[in-house]
């Protein structure tokens, strides 16, 4: 709104006050002229009329004084000013939605707008001579059929539909009628996220069911072997119990480990705040695992840095990150073998991931968790690269690693039992602390798991 019309909704128009003034002064002229005539013709003297004339005219001057008092402006009622056309651009209500968005015109089903969302989605980046025809950048059939069936029901044509646009996505499209043009709004909404985590609940409860159920069938048929036909033979049930025990024992660690990935998993938003030194959580876990390793005859080699400077971390996350590494390593490992622990602090992320997991020339490799802190990424990062001399994983194995109950005990040398979920937990430990894990494999060589973490900023 213009200061022009703001000063005027602040004062008395100056037309309210010119009427005013004029129906004064007419009023005050006419009982002058009408008092004067009575007294010229003798019906009222002088006096009288002078007296009358000036009652009046006080009377009058009271009633303007007070009507003006009354029409004291208030302030202003906030308005907005619109055009001759009142609507809101389609194109500004596209750019203000988060999500893919375009319209489509009945002319050929073109698409004539689209936000920036949707020119990702569609591809549609280089400036085109005429609008796209929707057939020709949309390969959703389901999504140009509901188009069609809404422009054929005019004004009511409105829809919603899902769609799988290749093998792992899965969007919505909200198609609505466009009232004043008689075109259609499409909003596309990602369900990918959404439908993978109601697999991967699904697939963990499934699994979780599975790995659960073996061992309690093992122990029930144990049981009813010992109840019936062994219950004479005393000599096998040292061997049954030792077989019942083995299986507890499985339970017990996958019970804890399913307690401990849900425990992290509910507070992975929530970052670390303790300063800690990664290099004494690395030397302490090392001698916690020294006597595993003499019992396999398995050597420990921590190559301890000079200096590593302070992480912002939860301590017993990083010991269980250090644990479950290590204890990995000496698993696949035989008699004789070395398995070397190296730290160190690198100047930025991708050094860090460099030093951690990608070491040999010719090594298969893979990056199972990408640092997700952005703003820390080019500060310095502290690593650590545990390396084994065992067999090694096949290359079709890596990027399943880090996926909850997986095992690839053929690919690393026969059957060995576990759990499942010691990578995933060193996974889900990383990306709470916004860091990373890596691996990298020679068959017949070895296998080294890498992890690093920003240090912590100056105080």
């Not at 002058?32 to 002078?50: C, P, Q």
Request: with cysteine; net charge negative; proline share 6%.
């Amino acid at each position: 709104m213009s200061d022009g019309s703001e000063t005027e909704s602040l004062h008395p128009p100056r037309q309210s006050m010119t009427r005013r003034t004029r129906d004064f002064a007419v009023l005050v002229l006419t009982t002058g002229t009408v008092m004067l005539a009575l007294a010229f013709t003798g019906s009222l003297g002088l006096i009288e009329a002078l007296t009358a004339m000036f009652v009046i005219g006080s009377i009058a001057a009271a009633y303007y004084v007070g009507s003006a008092a009354m029409q004291v402006p208030t302030a202003p009622v906030p308005s907005v000013e619109m055009s001759g056309n009142d609507q809101v651009p389609i194109a500004d209500l596209l750019s203000a939605l988060p999500l893919p968005a375009f319209e489509v015109c009945q002319d050929q089903q073109r698409i004539i707008a689209y936000n920036q969302p949707a020119a990702a989605f569609l591809r549609l980046g280089q400036r085109r001579s005429a609008p796209p025809r929707a057939s020709v950048i949309i390969r959703a059939p389901a999504l140009l059929t509901a188009i069609e069936t809404c422009f054929n029901a005019g004004a009511q044509g409105a829809a919603e539909i899902e769609m799988e646009i290749g093998p792992e996505e899965q969007w919505r499209a909200h198609i609505r009628p466009i009232r004043s043009s008689g075109n259609l709004l499409v909003v596309l909404e990602d369900l990918t996220p959404v439908k993978r985590a109601a697999r991967a609940r699904a697939d963990f409860l499934a699994n979780a069911s599975h790995e659960l159920r073996t061992p309690l069938t093992a122990i029930s048929g144990f049981i009813e072997t010992m109840r019936g036909p062994a219950r004479e033979d005393k000599d096998s049930w040292d061997r049954f119990l030792g077989i019942m025990a083995g299986e507890t024992e499985r339970m017990s660690r996958l019970i804890a480990d399913l307690l401990s990935l849900s425990r992290i998993e509910s507070a992975e938003h929530v970052q670390p705040t303790s300063r800690e030194y990664f290099s004494d959580i690395v030397l302490n876990s090392v001698d916690a695992l020294q006597p595993l390793a003499g019992e396999k005859g398995v050597e420990l080699v921590f190559d301890e840095p000079a200096f590593l400077p302070p992480v912002t971390a939860n301590r017993d996350e990083l010991i269980q990150v250090v644990e479950n590494l290590v204890s990995n390593a000496i698993k696949y490992s035989r008699g004789g073998h070395t398995i070397t622990i190296r730290c160190g602090v690198a100047p930025d992320g991708f050094a860090a991931r460099t030093e951690a997991a990608q070491v040999w020339p010719e090594s298969e490799r893979m990056t199972l968790l990408q640092t997700s802190n952005r703003s820390a990424i080019h500060d310095p990062t502290v690593w650590m690269r545990v390396e084994d001399q065992g067999p090694g994983i096949e290359r079709e194995h890596l990027p399943r690693l880090g996926e909850r109950f997986y095992r690839a005990d053929q690919s690393r040398g026969g059957k060995i039992t576990g759990t499942g979920l010691g990578l995933a937990i060193v996974k889900h430990i990383m990306a709470h602390h916004r860091g990373g894990f890596a691996v990298e494999t020679v068959m017949g060589q070895g296998s080294a798991f890498g992890v690093w973490l920003p240090a912590a900023r100056e105080i």
